[in-house]
Nanobody, 115 residues
Framework: QVQLVESGGGLVQPGGSLRLSCAASGFTFSAYVMAWYRQAPGKERELVAAINTGGTTSYRDSVKGRFTISRDNAKNTVYLQMNSVKPEDTAIYYC?????????WGQGTQVTVSS
């Protein structure tokens, strides 16, 4: 059974940091591209960052220099380190695993940036 379980969300002040984790099981984690998406209230889900099987990363412009995606294939886990967070980073954050036509989503974790 495929599972992606996100954790690490919560309330953080502007300028603060948060690290999200996504633990995977039920598939060959190392073979999949892993990504973080987010969805703010009233907005469409958007890609935040991705990391391929070789460790190459990509980011949306608004998070470049602030967020870092990484993966630990030994632990079947992908991370999103969020630094210098802003109120506009408030959203539900989802991880996604992709391999060709196969793709899996986690249930999401809420991140709220507020003072």
């Amino acid at each position: 059974q495929v599972q992606l379980v996100e954790s690490g969300g919560g309330l953080v002040q502007p300028g603060g940091s948060l690290r999200l984790s996504c633990a995977a099981s039920g598939f060959t984690f190392s073979a999949y591209v892993m990504a973080w998406y987010r969805q703010a209230p009233g907005k469409e889900r958007e890609l935040v960052a991705a990391i391929n099987t070789g460790g190459t990363t990509s980011y949306r412009d608004s998070v470049k220099g602030r967020f870092t995606i990484s993966r630990d294939n030994a632990k079947n886990t992908v991370y999103l380190q969020m630094n210098s967070v802003k109120p506009e980073d408030t959203a539900i954050y989802y991880c996604k695993a992709v391999l060709g036509r196969a793709n899996y989503w986690g249930q999401g974790t809420q991140v709220t940036v507020s003072s």
